[in-house]
């Protein structure tokens, strides 16, 4: 695994992308400036949980359904920061439908 600007291994920079979810995206943002694979896994935990979080916030006022679907997407939000940290600590550059093609993009 190659280093990155911040002195990690690019697998763990890739992992600590995702640990708090979209703060931690914008934090490897502004720290690592060259890194391809841990700019992409930055870009996106951001475009991932920062939505998916509002969604679910925003569902959370609605009362009775609004509460259910919250929930689900509190749920696909915990399954994906498993998922997409377990991925980014074996080295891959796994890329979510839609977000991972725009972050793919952001870092080319």
Known sequence: MAKTS???????????????????????????KENKFVRFHAFQSLLTFLPLGVLAWILGWIPFAGWVIAGLVWILILILWLILMFKAYKGERYKLPIVGDIAEKQTE
């Open 6 to 32: 911040t002195g990690l291994e690019e697998n763990i920079a890739g992992l600590l992308c995702y640990v708090l979810g979209w703060i931690t995206g914008i934090v490897f943002l502004v720290l690592e």
